[in-house]
Every structure is written in structure tokens, then in C-alpha cells.
């Protein structure tokens, strides 16, 4: 990724919702959040407005509105893929109770910009999809609802214009240690948009501190995110 | 299949519960979820997931296109020979394989057209996104959980029995929320509904099922639990004419009267529309 892709100019999207999940890959089968939202759910909540195989989403900063707390689910979940084979899963025989720890009353600003991919036809232009963003996450316009890192956690979203006030974020600044950045996916079998994660596919990440409540993500390919 | 549905559907669903237990917390030894933090009841997604399975495998009798693939084991169904549909599956290439896994149990299934699926098809756990999304259901208001301590004339084995010599009483503990108003918000995508293939009439079933579902659902838990309403803003176009945040904030729930007693019934409770609607989207209470 080298500095002189065309890019936009950073849009703000203001997200939030009652809970969310960014779950830590390490701990999967209990689920934890990360305390903070990652790139790669930011990089979904705009993929859920907008999204084509010409353009690719950038996120650069995302602001942390609100306090982080936390509250604890279990709940009762299926331990089984499906299978064409099968006639079906009985839940007793599958169940498996699994607690979450969720954020709660969570609110983000993501600051991210779009770039062409070199999927990008003729006809595709960085103003058309600009446009076609701005239009639709004005109107609360979406392919699917934005969820804060689980479907059932569905986020609210809203545009902040170019020349309006943004909220402030939080005054503090923990560490947070090792953050998930994105999936680096082998996309040869990602046909649109219809992912099947193999073993092309790796988990990268960075270190990150909250600076007084904005979390400043490198950009791809950068030293700073370890793959 | 039907064609797949064209609109974006947002929807607010309210349901009560009176005397009973809505969704028990495994973490808090089944007593009702509540929210620690602020006393309010909680219902989780999976909860009413679970009832619109029962409820669709009820009255269509989990027959194709109806079937459902997570069930409960309450109701035996017949298996039907599906072997025909597997050979046409198994005989295609790998890559089309997971094509036509897909599609196959996207026809068949309503909870996987519905709600999606994890599958272990293909390369690795190809996923189906479904169109329907719902999320936490909140109560309006704090509930007070109630724990009843109730006995049983019986006991459960010989040894019991010859402890108590003969008595034979068991006790038992039972809780419930003596009421409670939840509101349930959920999502229709118009284009993940043509991935799947999630039609009008696979819509209307599931606004049957929501309307529906409590009334199959008794039991000694769960008390009384009424649909009370639902509220589903219809967009005109598939990615939508306003933000469902907006739509939600319409339907205000008030409660009657000076509010000094708690809430016991519906009828202590007043649902308003307030606002105007905006361009685009047609409001239809279907309850």
C-alpha cells in the first residue's frame, strides 16, 4: 500500500448501540470483548452502507464517546455446523452454554476513506462512490443494519457532516495492549463478497493505547501492524 | 421459491409477560435475565429465535420449503428421503459444491432463509447471512424478580423416601417477573433476503410467527406472555428511505396514571406514535 492510491477525504460515521462484541480471537469459545471497537468492525459497520469489489475502506481513527463498561451474558448456543447431509440439528443434543462479556451502552466515531481497488473499472471513480456514501448513510440507507461485532447487537449509525460539531471523546487513555487490526484474507476464493475463511487467512494486529479516547489505527501494511 | 422480498423492513416488537419467567439466566440459577445495571428485564435475541422456529415448525409441519433445521425435540417428524437432492449436491465440482449446498438448504429451511446458518460445507464453514435481525429485548421498566418456594407430594427416589420416613415432600423453587413490558427491535435486509431467497410469504409467516408465537409457548416458566404489538415501518426502496433510529424513536411508551404503583398489566402502559413519519416509509401495525 503505497501513499499515492487516490483516496477521499476521511468521512465520520457515528455508531452506537445498547451492546456490542468485539470478540478477542483468543478467547473465542467464552467470548470477551476487546475494550474497544477494532478497525475490522469499523471496516464492517461501513461495508454494511456501502460497499463494492472496486473500493475498500481505510479506517484512521475511531473516537471512544463513551465510558467503557461491561455486562455479562450466558446463553444457550449450538455447538454444530450445518450440513446438507443432515436432517437437522436436535438442540439438546448440541447445546452448548456459552456466557459473553458484551460492552454496554457503546458509542464510536470511525473516521475512515475510501480507495479503488484494482477490481475498479473505467467507469469506476472515487466521487461516484463518495457520493453514492454520502447519500446513503445520510439517509439512514444501508445494505444490511451495522452491528457492533455480533448481528444481534445492531448498531445505529449517523453521518457527521463536513462542517458540524463532533461529539468529544472520553478523557482517558488506558493501554490496551494488542489489538486486533483486520483478517488479512487470501481473497482468490472470495467470490463476491462470500467469504469462506481458509488457511491463506491470518489474523494481524497492533499495539494500541487510547489517546484520550482516540484510538489511532496504522494504516495497512504499515510496520506498525504485526502480522 | 417466490421472488425474494424488494423492501427494507425495520420492526418494534412488544411483549408482556405476567407471572412468569420470560428467559431464565443459566448464570443466575434460572432466575428471569435482568440487567444489573439498571434492573431492567432482558429477553435475548436467541430466546425468540427459538419461538419463531417452534411456532413455523408447528404450522407447517416441518415440511419442505418450511422445514427447520435447529429443532427442538419436542415434536418427532417424519424424516423425509432426501437422497435424490444429496446426489445432486455431491455430483457437482468442488467449487460449485458449496453453491449448491447453499442454495439447497436456503430453499429448504425457513430458519436458515430467515436467520442464516453456519455451514460446514466447502472450503470452511461457508456462512449464510440471513435477512432477519434481531436484537436484545429490553423491558420498559425495572422488573422485581419473585422467588415462590413451592413443594411437591412426591419425591424422587426410594432413598428419599426412607430419609423423611414416609413424609415424602419435596421443595422446589420457581421465580417469575410479576410484569413486565419488553420492547424487541429487529431488522429486514432487503438484499441479504435475495441471497437466501427469503420471499413474501416466508414475510408473512414470520410476522404470523411473531404475532403468534407466545401462544403456543405455555408452560408452568413462562406465565403469561402476550404479543401486544408490532409495528413494522416498510421502506420503499431495499437499502431504505430513513434511519431505523429515527423509525424507533416513534412508537413512545408512556406509562398511565401518576406512575406510583408499578406496572401489573398492558393497560398501565400507554403506546403513542408521536412524529411524523418520514418520506418513503408507510408504518403498518400489524398487532
Known amino acids: 500500500m503505497n501513499q499515492t492510491v487516490p483516496k477521499t477525504k476521511p468521512f465520520r460515521l457515528k455508531v452506537w448501540g445498547e451492546n456490542a462484541c468485539f470478540t478477542r480471537p483468543e478467547l473465542k469459545v467464552e467470548r470477551v470483548s476487546y475494550d474497544v471497537m477494532t478497525p475490522s468492525a469499523a471496516r464492517g459497520v461501513l461495508e454494511a452502507i456501502l460497499w463494492k469489489p472496486a473500493i475498500r475502506w481505510v479506517v484512521e481513527r475511531i473516537d471512544v464517546l463513551n465510558p467503557i463498561r461491561w455486562e455479562s451474558v450466558r446463553r444457550n448456543e449450538v455447538g454444530q455446523l450445518m450440513s446438507p447431509r443432515s436432517e437437522g440439528v436436535y438442540i439438546e443434543d448440541a447445546r452448548q452454554q456459552k456466557a459473553g462479556m458484551l460492552l454496554r451502552e457503546v458509542a464510536y466515531i470511525i473516521h475512515a476513506h475510501l480507495e479503488l481497488t484494482d477490481r475498479a473499472g473505467p467507469q469506476d471513480n472515487l466521487v461516484k462512490f463518495q457520493e453514492m456514501f454520502l447519500r446513503r448513510a445520510g439517509a439512514g440507507q444501508c445494505f444490511n443494519q451495522p452491528y457492533l461485532g455480533c448481528r444481534e447487537f445492531s448498531a445505529h449509525f449517523e453521518l457527521i457532516g463536513q462542517n458540524e460539531e463532533a461529539p468529544s471523546p472520553i478523557d482517558e487513555s488506558p493501554e490496551l495492549g494488542l489489538l486486533l487490526f483486520d483478517i488479512v484474507h487470501d481473497a482468490s476464493s472470495d467470490k463476491d463478497h462470500v467469504h469462506h475463511c481458509g488457511p491463506g487467512c491470518r489474523a494481524s494486529f497492533f499495539r494500541v493505547k487510547l489517546e484520550r479516547g482516540v484510538l489511532w489505527v496504522p494504516l495497512p501494511g504499515s510496520k506498525e501492524v504485526l502480522q | ?287
Open chain 2, 1 to 287: 421459491m417466490s421472488q425474494s422480498i424488494n423492501n427494507r423492513y425495520d420492526f418494534v416488537l412488544l411483549f408482556d409477560v405476567k407471572d412468569g419467567n420470560p428467559n431464565g439466566d443459566p448464570d443466575a440459577g434460572n432466575l428471569p435475565r435482568v440487567d444489573p445495571e439498571t434492573g431492567n428485564g432482558l429477553v435475548t435475541d436467541v430466546c425468540l429465535k427459538r419461538k419463531v422456529r417452534n411456532y413455523v415448525q408447528m404450522v407447517k409441519g416441518a415440511k419442505d420449503p418450511f422445514d427447520i433445521f435447529i429443532k427442538e425435540k419436542a415434536i418427532l417428524n417424519n424424516l423425509i428421503d432426501e437422497a435424490h437432492e444429496q446426489e445432486s449436491v455431491k455430483s457437482k465440482e468442488k467449487g460449485d459444491k458449496t453453491e449448491h449446498a447453499r442454495q439447497y438448504m436456503c430453499s429448504r429451511y425457513f430458519d436458515i432463509r430467515t436467520f442464516g446458518a453456519v455451514m460446514s460445507t466447502g472450503k470452511n464453514a461457508g456462512q449464510v447471512r440471513g435477512p432477519v435481525q434481531l436484537t436484545f429485548s429490553r423491558s420498559i421498566d425495572q422488573v422485581v424478580t419473585l422467588e415462590h418456594s413451592i413443594t411437591r407430594m412426591a419425591v424422587a427416589t426410594e432413598a428419599e423416601a426412607e430419609k423423611q420416613q414416609g413424609d415424602n415432600r419435596t421443595m422446589g423453587r420457581k421465580f417469575t417477573v410479576p410484569y413486565g413490558l419488553y420492547r424487541c427491535h429487529g431488522f429486514i435486509s432487503a438484499p441479504l433476503a435475495r441471497q437466501t431467497g427469503f420471499g413474501q410469504e416466508d414475510l408473512d409467516l414470520l410476522w404470523d410467527a411473531l404475532k403468534n408465537m407466545f401462544e403456543h409457548d405455555h408452560s408452568a416458566a413462562r406465565g403469561h406472555m402476550v404479543s401486544r404489538k408490532l409495528f413494522v415501518f416498510r421502506h420503499a426502496g431495499e437499502f431504505g428511505n430513513a434511519p431505523s433510529h429515527k423509525l424507533f424513536e416513534l412508537v413512545k411508551i408512556a406509562r398511565k396514571g401518576d406512575g406510583k404503583l408499578p406496572p401489573r398489566d398492558f393497560e398501565d402502559y400507554e403506546v403513542k406514535l408521536e412524529g411524523e413519519i418520514p418520506g418513503g416509509v408507510e408504518l403498518v401495525e400489524m398487532l
